[in-house]
Protein backbone atom coordinates (compact mmCIF):
# COMPACT_ATOMS: atom_id res chain seq x y z
CA UNK A 1 0.00 0.00 0.00
CA UNK A 2 2.65 2.92 -1.16
CA UNK A 3 2.89 4.63 -4.48
CA UNK A 4 6.26 2.93 -5.22
CA UNK A 5 4.64 -0.52 -5.04
CA UNK A 6 2.04 0.44 -7.31
CA UNK A 7 4.33 1.79 -9.88
CA UNK A 8 6.70 -1.32 -9.27
CA UNK A 9 3.33 -3.38 -9.96
CA UNK A 10 2.46 -0.99 -13.13
CA UNK A 11 5.67 -2.14 -14.13
CA UNK A 12 5.44 -5.94 -13.78
CA UNK A 13 1.70 -5.55 -15.57
CA UNK A 14 3.56 -4.13 -18.84
CA UNK A 15 5.99 -6.57 -18.79
CA UNK A 16 3.49 -9.96 -18.29
CA UNK A 17 0.77 -7.92 -20.82
CA UNK A 18 1.77 -5.71 -22.51
CA UNK A 19 3.75 -6.40 -26.13
CA UNK A 20 7.00 -3.75 -26.09
CA UNK A 21 6.52 -0.73 -27.99
CA UNK A 22 4.79 2.68 -27.58
CA UNK A 23 2.66 3.89 -24.74
CA UNK A 24 0.98 6.66 -23.74
CA UNK A 25 0.54 6.82 -19.55
CA UNK A 26 -2.82 8.09 -18.36
CA UNK A 27 -2.70 8.86 -14.83
CA UNK A 28 -5.72 9.80 -12.84
CA UNK A 29 -5.06 11.50 -9.29
CA UNK A 30 -2.56 8.96 -7.90
CA UNK A 31 -2.06 6.97 -10.90
CA UNK A 32 -0.39 10.46 -12.25
CA UNK A 33 2.31 9.83 -9.09
CA UNK A 34 2.52 6.39 -9.86
CA UNK A 35 3.41 7.12 -13.46
CA UNK A 36 6.10 9.71 -12.58
CA UNK A 37 7.48 6.90 -9.96
CA UNK A 38 7.71 4.60 -12.61
CA UNK A 39 9.38 6.54 -15.31
CA UNK A 40 11.84 8.12 -12.58
CA UNK A 41 13.05 4.73 -11.26
CA UNK A 42 12.61 2.57 -14.10
CA UNK A 43 11.01 -0.33 -12.39
CA UNK A 44 12.49 -3.90 -13.95
CA UNK A 45 13.91 -1.57 -16.56
CA UNK A 46 10.81 -1.07 -18.43
CA UNK A 47 11.79 1.68 -20.14
CA UNK A 48 13.84 -0.88 -22.20
CA UNK A 49 10.94 -2.88 -23.86
CA UNK A 50 9.02 0.40 -23.75
CA UNK A 51 9.30 4.17 -25.04
CA UNK A 52 7.04 6.63 -23.32
CA UNK A 53 5.56 8.71 -26.16
CA UNK A 54 3.61 10.84 -23.40
CA UNK A 55 2.27 10.93 -20.13
CA UNK A 56 -1.10 12.67 -19.13
CA UNK A 57 -2.21 13.29 -15.41
CA UNK A 58 -5.52 14.33 -14.46
CA UNK A 59 -6.54 16.13 -11.33
CA UNK A 60 -2.85 14.21 -9.90
CA UNK A 61 -1.37 15.61 -6.72
CA UNK A 62 1.96 16.42 -7.80
CA UNK A 63 2.35 18.65 -5.02
CA UNK A 64 0.20 17.09 -2.53
CA UNK A 65 -3.48 17.52 -1.60
CA UNK A 66 -4.51 18.98 2.19
CA UNK A 67 -3.92 15.94 4.11
CA UNK A 68 -5.50 15.62 7.39
CA UNK A 69 -5.28 12.86 9.76
CA UNK A 70 -9.03 11.88 9.66
CA UNK A 71 -8.22 10.71 6.13
CA UNK A 72 -6.32 7.89 7.19
CA UNK A 73 -9.35 6.42 8.70
CA UNK A 74 -10.91 6.68 5.22
CA UNK A 75 -8.42 5.11 3.17
CA UNK A 76 -4.60 3.43 3.23
CA UNK A 77 -3.00 5.52 5.82
CA UNK A 78 0.26 5.30 3.84
CA UNK A 79 -1.24 6.63 0.61
CA UNK A 80 -3.07 9.82 2.24
CA UNK A 81 0.01 10.47 4.16
CA UNK A 82 2.57 9.96 1.32
CA UNK A 83 0.03 12.44 -1.01
CA UNK A 84 0.15 14.88 1.79
CA UNK A 85 0.77 18.59 0.69
CA UNK A 86 -0.30 21.88 2.22
CA UNK A 87 -0.04 25.72 1.23
CA UNK A 88 -1.71 26.67 4.27
CA UNK A 89 0.54 25.44 7.09
CA UNK A 90 1.86 27.94 9.36
CA UNK A 91 5.88 26.92 8.49
CA UNK A 92 4.81 27.80 4.49
CA UNK A 93 4.48 25.24 2.33
CA UNK A 94 4.56 21.68 3.13
CA UNK A 95 4.97 18.34 1.77
CA UNK A 96 5.43 14.32 2.32
CA UNK A 97 9.25 13.16 2.28
CA UNK A 98 7.50 10.95 -0.48
CA UNK A 99 6.94 13.80 -2.72
CA UNK A 100 10.00 15.99 -1.69
CA UNK A 101 12.11 12.76 -2.86
CA UNK A 102 10.11 11.82 -5.79
CA UNK A 103 9.84 15.65 -7.25
CA UNK A 104 13.14 16.83 -6.03
CA UNK A 105 14.98 13.74 -7.99
CA UNK A 106 12.33 14.32 -10.87
CA UNK A 107 13.50 18.27 -11.85
CA UNK A 108 17.17 17.37 -10.61
CA UNK A 109 18.18 14.68 -13.42
CA UNK A 110 17.43 14.00 -16.82
CA UNK A 111 14.77 11.44 -17.25
CA UNK A 112 15.91 7.51 -18.38
CA UNK A 113 13.44 7.77 -21.13
CA UNK A 114 14.42 11.36 -22.28
CA UNK A 115 12.72 13.97 -22.88
CA UNK A 116 8.67 13.75 -22.08
CA UNK A 117 5.76 15.45 -23.65
CA UNK A 118 3.78 15.62 -20.47
CA UNK A 119 -0.25 17.18 -20.57
CA UNK A 120 -0.85 18.05 -17.15
CA UNK A 121 -4.41 18.94 -15.93
CA UNK A 122 -6.02 20.52 -12.89
CA UNK A 123 -9.77 20.83 -12.30
CA UNK A 124 -10.99 24.61 -10.58
CA UNK A 125 -14.92 23.72 -10.50
CA UNK A 126 -13.89 25.46 -6.80
CA UNK A 127 -12.68 28.48 -5.76
CA UNK A 128 -12.70 27.89 -1.76
CA UNK A 129 -8.56 28.05 -0.74
CA UNK A 130 -10.25 26.03 2.80
CA UNK A 131 -10.40 22.58 2.89
CA UNK A 132 -13.94 21.48 4.98
CA UNK A 133 -14.54 18.56 6.26
CA UNK A 134 -17.72 17.70 3.77
CA UNK A 135 -18.78 14.24 5.30
CA UNK A 136 -19.72 15.39 8.55
CA UNK A 137 -20.56 19.45 7.58
CA UNK A 138 -18.07 20.95 9.27
CA UNK A 139 -15.24 23.28 8.69
CA UNK A 140 -11.42 21.93 9.36
CA UNK A 141 -8.80 23.77 10.50
CA UNK A 142 -8.02 26.70 8.29
CA UNK A 143 -4.61 26.00 8.01
CA UNK A 144 -5.35 23.07 5.68
CA UNK A 145 -5.92 23.92 1.68
CA UNK A 146 -4.60 25.75 -1.32
CA UNK A 147 -2.80 29.38 -1.05
CA UNK A 148 -5.07 32.39 -1.47
CA UNK A 149 -2.69 33.47 -4.73
CA UNK A 150 -4.26 30.82 -6.58
CA UNK A 151 -7.27 29.03 -4.26
CA UNK A 152 -8.66 27.01 -7.71
CA UNK A 153 -9.05 23.25 -6.82
CA UNK A 154 -11.41 19.92 -8.65
CA UNK A 155 -12.70 19.64 -4.95
CA UNK A 156 -9.64 17.14 -3.75
CA UNK A 157 -6.48 19.14 -5.53
CA UNK A 158 -5.37 22.35 -5.94
CA UNK A 159 -4.56 23.70 -9.03
CA UNK A 160 -1.07 24.60 -8.53
CA UNK A 161 -0.20 21.02 -7.35
CA UNK A 162 -1.95 19.32 -10.84
CA UNK A 163 -0.34 21.29 -12.86
CA UNK A 164 2.98 20.63 -11.18
CA UNK A 165 3.48 24.53 -11.03
CA UNK A 166 6.82 24.99 -8.98
CA UNK A 167 7.08 28.20 -8.91
CA UNK A 168 4.22 28.44 -6.49
CA UNK A 169 6.35 26.89 -3.52
CA UNK A 170 9.38 28.55 -4.95
CA UNK A 171 10.98 26.31 -6.98
CA UNK A 172 12.21 25.54 -10.51
CA UNK A 173 13.78 22.98 -12.65
CA UNK A 174 13.52 20.43 -15.39
CA UNK A 175 10.87 17.69 -16.84
CA UNK A 176 8.01 19.86 -16.63
CA UNK A 177 4.94 19.14 -17.97
CA UNK A 178 5.30 20.27 -21.77
CA UNK A 179 1.34 21.66 -22.00
CA UNK A 180 -0.90 22.45 -18.97
CA UNK A 181 -4.87 22.21 -19.02
CA UNK A 182 -7.19 23.59 -16.84
CA UNK A 183 -10.98 23.54 -17.05
CA UNK A 184 -13.40 24.79 -14.18
CA UNK A 185 -16.19 22.37 -14.84
CA UNK A 186 -13.56 19.40 -13.93
CA UNK A 187 -14.35 18.14 -10.41
CA UNK A 188 -12.42 15.24 -9.07
CA UNK A 189 -14.86 12.91 -8.08
CA UNK A 190 -18.68 12.76 -9.30
CA UNK A 191 -19.42 11.18 -5.66
CA UNK A 192 -20.60 12.87 -2.74
CA UNK A 193 -18.87 12.78 0.49
CA UNK A 194 -15.53 12.58 2.03
CA UNK A 195 -13.76 12.77 -1.58
CA UNK A 196 -15.13 16.56 -1.68
CA UNK A 197 -12.99 18.19 0.45
CA UNK A 198 -13.33 21.59 -0.72
CA UNK A 199 -16.90 23.09 -0.91
Same mark, same amino acid.
Given at each position: ?7 ? #? ?12 ? &?????? =??? $?? &? ?7 N? %???? =? %???I ?10 ? $? ?16 ? #? ?5 R ?10 L ?17 PW???? /????? @? ?23 ? %? @??V???D ?5 ? =?????? /??N ?9 G????? /????? %????
Amino acid at each position: CTLSNGAT #QLANHLQTSVNPGH &IIIVGY =SLG $GL &IARDLILNNY %NQTL =S %NYHIDALVTLGTPHL $GYPYESIDADFTCPTLAQ #QMQGNYRDSRGFVWSSYLNDLNTRWIAKALPGGSLPWLAIA /GTACT @DPFRTNSLFGLSSDPGSGCSNGNPY %N @DNVVCEDSALFNL =SSIGLS /GQNLPSSALYNPGYSHTT /GSGFE %NLFV
